[in-house]
């Protein structure tokens, strides 16, 4: 059974950094491609990040280049998001979620297995 686990969710201030985590179980992590999504009250899921079953492709949505940082640790079967000069509208509900396409796709619907999602939320 595959199950995905969010983690490093929290509170922060606006300029401020968090680094979430994944860790993904049922043996998919080393061949699937990973992306974290979004979700803020009243609105739609938003991709946030993706990157190859390698490592070595990533994409992000505009909003969040040069802040955002995805990684994977193939060794840990563990993905991150490092999150940079965090601002307000970057509050939401954060997803890592798996593409067994192995692409780290920007579409929502290349994903199959989806986490429960962390919490995070940038006020003063």
């Known amino acids: 059974q595959v199950q995905l686990v969010e983690s490093g969710g929290g509170l922060v201030q606006p300029g401020g950094s968090l680094r979430l985590s994944c860790v993904v179980s049922?043996?998919?992590?080393?061949?699937?491609?990973m992306g974290w999504f979004r979700q803020a009250p009243g609105t739609e899921r938003e991709f946030v990040a993706g990157?190859?079953?390698?490592?070595?492709?990533?994409k992000y949505v505009d909003s969040v280049k040069g802040r955002f940082t995805i990684s994977r640790d193939n060794a840990r079967d563990t993905v991150y998001l490092q999150m940079n000069s965090l601002k307000v509208e970057d509050t939401a509900d954060y997803y890592c979620?798996?593409?067994?396409?192995?692409?780290?796709?920007?579409?929502?619907?290349?994903?199959?297995?989806w986490g429960q999602g962390t919490q995070v939320t940038v006020s003063s």
């Open positions: 979620a798996a593409d067994p396409y192995g692409l780290g796709s920007n579409l929502r619907a290349k994903y199959e297995y």
């Open positions: 990157i190859s079953w390698i490592g070595n492709f990533s």
């Open positions: 049922g043996g998919v992590f080393s061949t699937a491609g």
